[in-house]
């Protein structure tokens, strides 16, 4: 069973546009959330994080919203760049369970950004 | 500073083969993991050490998965009995700690197992 969902498989966007990607999670114990981006051949690389006690963390054009009794958050980046064509991740753990090490990830979204 | 380095980047085996995967985390970094992505899916969470020992074990899907970091840095996966439902990409990640406040995992760029 998923327990944390990224229900479109990929998005397109215009450069210069808001792109937006979804993220929900089914288990409450989820206490702190990561986007990782990944580019082809290459591994995941960190993005933005927040945790459970915020519902909103800002690092220059990338925006996480979490919306904890809908147990979603998303992603928002603005504007967009083509360089930011990778797919994204997102990640949940658990840290009040004692797991905070233990990374549950999406399927994850293909974005991209057109030129 | 060099970033977690995996070796092989591919490696192609026959079912039934012993192989062994090699990660060298970021220098410094206490805390190790490796996950698997199969196609189509986010990676899967195997196993985590802090330092020498395996902290945590429980997402190794069978005892056919064993990993050891002996010195606290360089790790190795070794699968016995390869089957061709393992053949996935193995990533490997480091932080500097666990137990600070959500210490940052960095990947490495993964092996692509492939068991024919």
């Known amino acids: 069973d998923q327990q944390v969902k990224q229900n479109s498989p990929s998005l397109s966007v215009q450069e210069g546009r808001i792109s937006i990607l979804n993220c929900d999670y089914t288990?409450?114990?989820?206490?702190?959330f990561l986007w990782y981006k990944k580019y082809p051949a290459e591994g995941p690389t960190f993005l933005i994080s927040i945790s459970s006690i915020k519902d909103k963390n800002e690092d220059g054009r990338f925006t996480v919203f979490l919306n904890k009794s809908a147990k979603h958050l998303s992603l928002h980046i603005v504007p967009s760049q083509p360089g930011d064509s990778a797919v994204y991740f997102c990640?949940?753990?658990?840290?009040?369970?004692?797991?905070?090490?233990?990374?549950?990830f999406g399927k994850g979204t293909l974005l991209t950004v057109n030129p | 500073g060099a970033g977690v380095s995996q070796t092989p980047s591919n490696k192609v085996t026959e079912k039934g083969k012993y192989v062994e995967l090699r990660c060298d985390p970021i220098s410094g970094h206490t805390a190790l993991y490796w996950y698997r992505q199969s196609l189509g899916q986010g990676p899967e969470f195997l196993i985590y050490?802090?330092?020498?020992?395996?902290?945590?074990d429980s997402g190794l899907p069978n005892d056919r998965f064993f990993a050891v970091r002996p010195e606290g840095s360089v790790s190795t996966l070794k699968i016995q009995r390869t089957e061709r439902g393992d053949s996935a990409v193995y990533l490997c990640?480091?932080?500097?700690?666990?137990?600070?406040?959500?210490?940052?995992?960095?990947f490495g760029p993964g092996t692509r197992l492939t068991v024919l």
């Open positions: 990640a949940a753990s658990a840290g009040s369970g004692g797991s905070n090490y233990k990374l549950t």
């Open positions: 288990n409450s114990m989820f206490d702190y």
């Open positions: 050490f802090q330092g020498t020992g395996a902290a945590d």
């Open positions: 990640a480091s932080s500097l700690t666990v137990g600070g406040w959500k210490d940052t995992q960095y």
